[in-house]
Structures are given as structure tokens and as C-alpha cells.
């Protein structure tokens, strides 16, 4: 498997000082940051009066992103020709008794050659000035933000289901405009009639297959997705529950507990995911790595990413992107390709590594349907 390139941007190491030979009085915490690249999401960080090594934000781009910014006209304000990184400090306490948003300064900083040559390189390390007119009269004068920005490859396989998970469809590699077949999917319903789904919805297994057609990951139904009391919805207070699973190498025909994938849905029409990793030595021990609201009409896309894990993770790599997928929402009125994966490459040592974001991504998919209200004559009052 060869997988595409990306580049990581990091951005981090955020610190303000006002030197005291400024005479300059310094602004009044709490201080934060909007930091922005064009045509990405704007990030918003704390920004503290002490050293603090965190990373604020990462922005992940591939080929076409660095392109783009690259081009002409890229989307800079201050530099027509050349798209920029933009972090804005403001101070939210103010100065001299104003309680408001106030602008201490900006840095900026130029997206270069350097960011498509798919090298680590550190742009910025350390103090710079950021006051306005660089030390002039005004609010912010002579203040400085240490920071850090760095880039960093970061590949990842992307991956494609190429129709519903429900009708046991082909997965396929892409890379660049090529598709090669990867995986299999096989979906089975066990034994339920409709009836039964009308008050429950279990027995949902998807199971991946290699292309010899071995069994290399499976996701099933583990607690059954049904309505709560009184109400039509699956509810936080019992969420539906898959069980992600690898074949076990010590034991033919068994499978090896890897993660849980909890769905509920919200008022509103949101669905919220809540994943574990399961510690193979202590069930007691799971990790809560992500939850996420995703859209019920949309779609949208459930990830991991170690950097905004709720407990500490230990994994290869320092953190940051380990996988995304992006599904469909309820009904196709919003036309979304099938479930599309990536995995970062330093999580994947072998095929079977592969297969089992595969299986957690076709259980993604599937709850979407696994969560909608069930048929009911009178109002929901949940």
C-alpha cells in the first residue's frame, strides 16, 4: 500500500510578554489567539503569560492544499501574491478599565516552497514582536509572542467504500486518481424480523475481508440500539453499542477485543459518538479517545486525533491525526460519497491494521441508521 502525501503544520509553544523597559502597561489576562490559514477552519488558543510547550493547533494539508496557498493570490491580505499563516492576539480583560475585545498584535508568516518539499523543518522558534507599528504608542506597543511552527510529513492511506455498508460493498485504496481494491466488507443482519426491528435494532455485524478473502477485522453489535423509556430515540442513558474486534492470533476462529463504539442520539437530530480504546491487560483501563457530534440529515466526519483525546493515549508517533471517516447522513438528501477513510501511515504496520479503522468506519456508517427514532404513535417526551 502506498499512501499520500500530507504535511502537517503545527503551531505551538504560545507565550506573551510585555517587557518592562517598554513602559507599556501589559495587557490583563485572559489572553487568546485566532490563527488562521486561508481556506481552513479559523483555530482559537489560549495564549499564557508563562512557557508552555503544548501545540495550540495543527492544520493538515495535502498536495492540492500547499497548491493553492502557493498560487497567486493565495489568500493573504497582507501579501496579494503569497498566502499566509495569521496568529492575532487579543486580550479579553482589556486595558485601563475596558471590559472588551482587545487587539494586541498580529504575527505572520509567509507559506514558502519549502511547506510541498514533504520535509521536517521548524519556520519559527522564539520571541517575536508583534505590538503594532513594532513597539509604537497603542495598545500592545512593545509586546512580544514566543511560538513555535513546524512542519512535518505526515502521510496517510486513504480508503473508500464504494457503496453503502449495507449492501456489502468493495473497499478501495485511492491514490491520486488510481482505485485499487483493498478490502471486502460483508454485512449480515443475524436473525430479526421486522417486528423485532421495529422495538430493536441488534445482530448488526460487519465483518472485513482481505483480498484472499480471509476475516481481518469485524465490528458487532454488542449492546442492542433500542428506544429509551417514553421515547422514540435511542438515549444517552443507554447507547447503542458496537464492539471492534480483530482476528486472535493465538486462537483460530476468535476474535480479540480492540475498541468500543458507543452512538446515542441528541435533541436536535445530532448523533454523538463515544469511542474506547480497550486495554487488552485490564478492561478497567479503557481509553476514551474521541466523541463527536455528527450531523443526522448531513453527514459529517467522526476522527481520532491523540492531540484532543480526553485521557493521555500512548501510541507510535507524537500524536496529533490517527483517522477519519466521513459518512452519509439519513435519507441522501445531501449527496456525500459512501464512507471515505484516512489513516495516518505511523499507525499502520500491516494490512490487518488497515482493516480494523475499516471496521470501526463501517460502524460509524451503520449507526447513523442504528439511530434512527423508532416507530412511535404518541409524542416523544425524552
Same mark, same amino acid.
Given at each position: ?49 508563562? /512557557? ?17 496557498? #502557493? ?13 499566509? #499563516? ?124 482481505? #483480498? ?30 458496537? #464492539? ?120 460509524? /456508517? ?17
Amino acid at each position: 500500500m502506498d499512501p499520500q502525501a500530507f504535511v502537517r503544520v503545527s503551531v505551538g509553544s504560545l507565550c506573551l510578554r510585555v517587557p518592562s523597559e517598554s513602559g507599556i502597561q501589559a495587557p490583563s489576562p485572559p489572553c487568546v489567539c485566532e490563527i488562521r490559514l486561508p481556506g481552513f477552519p479559523v483555530q482559537t488558543a489560549p495564549v499564557p503569560f508563562e /512557557d508552555n510547550n503544548k501545540i495550540a493547533t495543527r492544520f493538515y494539508l495535502v498536495r492540492s492544499d500547499v497548491e493553492a496557498l #502557493l498560487a497567486p493570490g493565495g489568500g493573504c491580505f497582507y501579501a496579494p501574491n503569497h498566502a499566509c #499563516l495569521e496568529i492575532v492576539v487579543f486580550s479579553t480583560g482589556g486595558w485601563f478599565g475596558f471590559k472588551r475585545k482587545q487587539h494586541i498584535g498580529t504575527f505572520k508568516l509567509g507559506v514558502g516552497r519549502e511547506w510541498g518539499r514533504g520535509k521536517q523543518v521548524v519556520l519559527v522558534n522564539g520571541w517575536i514582536g508583534i505590538g503594532k507599528n513594532n513597539g509604537g504608542a497603542g495598545a500592545g506597543a512593545g509586546a512580544e509572542l514566543h511560538l513555535r511552527v513546524k512542519l512535518e510529513p505526515d502521510p496517510r492511506y486513504v480508503f473508500q467504500f464504494e457503496d453503502k455498508v449495507k449492501l456489502s460493498p468493495q473497499i478501495v485504496q485511492i491514490q491520486g486518481s488510481i482505485k485499487q481494491p483493498i478490502f471486502s466488507c460483508e454485512f449480515t443482519r443475524g436473525r430479526s424480523d421486522v417486528e423485532t426491528e421495529r422495538r430493536e435494532r441488534k445482530g448488526w455485524k460487519v465483518t472485513i475481508h482481505d #483480498l484472499s478473502g480471509s476475516a481481518v477485522a469485524a465490528a458487532m453489535i454488542s449492546t442492542p440500539f433500542v428506544p429509551s423509556a417514553g421515547c422514540d430515540r435511542v438515549g444517552r442513558s443507554n447507547p447503542g453499542t458496537w #464492539l471492534i474486534v480483530s482476528p486472535d492470533r493465538c486462537r483460530r476462529q476468535s476474535w480479540q477485543p480492540w475498541g468500543k463504539l458507543e452512538a446515542w442520539r441528541e435533541r436536535g437530530g445530532s448523533i454523538c459518538f463515544r469511542f474506547h480504546l480497550l486495554v487488552r491487560e485490564s478492561r478497567e483501563a479503557d481509553l476514551l479517545v474521541s466523541e463527536i457530534l455528527i450531523n443526522a440529515d448531513r453527514g459529517g466526519a467522526f476522527y481520532i486525533d491523540i492531540d484532543k483525546a480526553a485521557a493521555p493515549v500512548s501510541a507510535s508517533g507524537s500524536g496529533g491525526f490517527v483517522m477519519s471517516c466521513r459518512v452519509q447522513g439519513e435519507g441522501g438528501r445531501f449527496r456525500t460519497p459512501p464512507a471515505f477513510v484516512q489513516v495516518a501511515k505511523r499507525f499502520v504496520t500491516c494490512i490487518e491494521d488497515a482493516a480494523i479503522f475499516m471496521a470501526l468506519s463501517a460502524a460509524v /456508517d451503520l449507526s447513523i441508521e442504528a439511530c434512527k427514532p423508532f416507530p412511535r404513535h404518541r409524542r416523544c417526551s425524552c
